[in-house]
């Protein structure tokens, strides 16, 4: 073999090394400006409300409950933030935890919202099955909504969170107004039927 034979690079390697580099690159870029842009969309966002008041020292010990969609909305703001593959929600018998998961927790900390911070529960329902669990935060205007979660629904009853009406809530979210005080709920909160009739009620708006 030829000293040129000896240094030359396979043609294979020349044909099919620069697609996968380039494909590597892509991949590469495509996450960080995932990442860059779930970070600005924290830093300024409805998390960043959440993290402010009850940012959390460390994860929570228990396992997350299964989300199809997590979505924040903020009464200060237009608007709604999805954090579908980047939120883990855990149940807690006394809170609910929502820890970011790698690479986003680089940028942002767990928060832990105790059951009292909790001003409300509701639905909202879109048709076909789908709808939207929500927990209303009245410290930071928060409403987190969790899409098709019994879990959810379920923790708020045994905390016996009050179910908001959905006229209650959109003026709350969207109109300024105050919610309900809890002690305007104890027919409700006094039977488990009242309360998911309410909650069915909620998810068809009124």
């Given amino acids: 073999m030829s000293r040129n034979g000896r240094d030359r690079i396979p043609a294979y390697v020349e044909r099919f090394q620069p697609p996968l580099m380039s494909n590597v690159a892509r991949l590469t870029q495509s996450l960080a400006v995932a ?52 939120l883990a929600v855990k149940l807690l018998p006394t809170a609910i935890a929502i820890e970011p998961s790698f690479p986003w927790s680089i940028g942002m900390s767990p928060v832990s919202i105790a059951v009292d911070e909790v001003a409300g529960c509701s639905r909202s329902c879109f048709g076909d099955g789908v709808w939207d669990a929500e927990l209303l935060v009245a410290r930071t205007g928060t409403q987190i909504s969790l899409r098709n979660s019994k879990e959810l629904i379920e923790w708020c009853w045994s905390n016996r969170i009050p179910m908001i009406s959905g006229n209650d809530r959109r003026q709350w979210l969207y109109k300024g107004a105050s919610l309900p005080d809890r002690s305007e709920f104890s027919e409700q909160l006094a039977s488990r039927k009242n309360y998911d009739a309410q909650a069915k009620q909620s998810c068809l708006g009124y």
């Fill in 35 to 86: 990442l860059a842009t779930t970070l600005v969309s924290a830093c300024s966002g409805p998390y960043a409300d959440l993290e402010g008041s009850f940012k959390a020292s460390q994860p929570a010990s228990a396992p997350a409950v299964s989300v199809e969609q997590v979505v924040l909305v903020s009464t200060h703001e237009v608007g709604a933030h999805r954090y579908d593959d980047v």
